[in-house]
């Protein structure tokens, strides 16, 4: 079961009033699914970090409603704690505490919301050995690279176990290499840790390592699109091979020398699932299933 994490409703926000008056986000009607992980993209000025500011509660809609995690967050009693508690914030400036080592930065969010020191340090280290920095624990911002800097910044936001991670450009400060290595900790984190992620990014190679892409202009979502999922996609490529096709048809048995009739029985009953959905989406209800 999907379970639905957050929901804009006829969002809007103006900026200034009159004459200056902006339109950053002009009736944004988004759904997001508990563990998805999605791209928001669109040119600079379109209101992607507007969006995000109004997920996690750091601005205040003019028009609509948001609600994160059942809660309407023009309603909330207490907005720190849900900042706190549901929400991690990654930013393109990492803005880590300069005089606070690694550690220490990983455990600032943590403070009022895990009272003991030592569970405080001992969840740091598990964090930063997450982001594979266990090692670098001692060290300032200012003994670290830039895309070792943002992943401190992700074990940061991950301080309090968010529901929901809200990432704006974390990687566009960073050279590619280092900018591949945050988008593939995020996306492992959306796995493994079950968290919502939201990526604001210009970069199309980070959209397309997530599963949807929101495409945003002029303060409105004018695209929303799902991307398969990539193991599906080498499926079908595989149920189309001439391996596939004879596991799924049985005709030609030549290309399945070598297997047994088990092997060829699980294959198939893998292969079917992919065949048939793609099947499905190119001609809907009536076609039969080919397999033998
Ligand atoms: N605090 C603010 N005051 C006035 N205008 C703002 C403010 N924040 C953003 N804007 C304006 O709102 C629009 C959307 O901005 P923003 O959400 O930052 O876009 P993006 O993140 O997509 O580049 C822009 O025109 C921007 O100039
Ligand atoms: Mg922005």
């Not at 670098?136 to 401190?152: E, F, W």
Request: proline share 4%; net charge negative.
């Amino acid at each position: 079961m999907t379970e639905r994490l957050i929901e804009t409703r006829h969002l809007s926000k103006v900026y200034g009033s009159g004459e200056t008056a902006v339109r950053a986000l002009d009736d944004v009607n988004l759904t997001v699914e508990r563990g998805e992980l999605l791209a928001v993209m669109g040119p600079s000025g379109c209101g992607k970090s507007t969006l995000l500011n109004m997920l996690g509660a750091l601005d205040q809609p003019s028009e609509g409603e948001v609600w994160v995690a059942g809660e309407n967050l023009a309603r909330l009693k207490d907005v720190d704690t849900f900042r706190a508690r549901t929400v991690g914030f990654v930013f393109q400036l990492h803005n880590l505490l300069p005089t606070l080592n690694a550690r220490e930065n990983v455990e600032v969010p943590m403070v009022g919301h895990v009272a003991s020191a030592r569970e405080r340090s001992r969840r740091a280290m598990h964090l930063l050995e997450l982001v594979g920095l266990a090692d670098r624990a001692d060290h300032l911002p200012n003994q670290l690279s830039g895309g070792q800097r943002q992943r401190i910044a992700i074990a940061r936001a991950l301080a309090n176990e968010p529901a929901l991670i809200l990432a704006d450009e974390p990687t566009g400060s960073l050279d590619s290499q280092s900018g591949e290595e945050i988008l593939a900790l995020l996306a492992r984190l959306n796995q493994s840790q079950g968290a919502t992620v939201v990526i604001v990014t210009h970069d199309r190679r980070v959209a397309q390592a997530t599963q949807r892409i929101v495409r945003m202009k002029d303060g409105r979502i004018v695209e929303d699109h799902r991307l398969t999922d990539p193991l599906e996609e080498d499926l079908r490529m595989l149920a189309r091979s001439r391996l596939g096709q004879a596991i799924l048809q049985g005709d030609d048995t030549r290309p399945l020398a070598g297997l047994t009739p088990e092997e060829v029985a699980t294959l198939r009953r893998i292969l079917r699932r992919v065949a048939g959905a793609g099947e499905a989406e190119a001609a809907p209800a009536t076609l039969p299933l080919s397999v033998g």
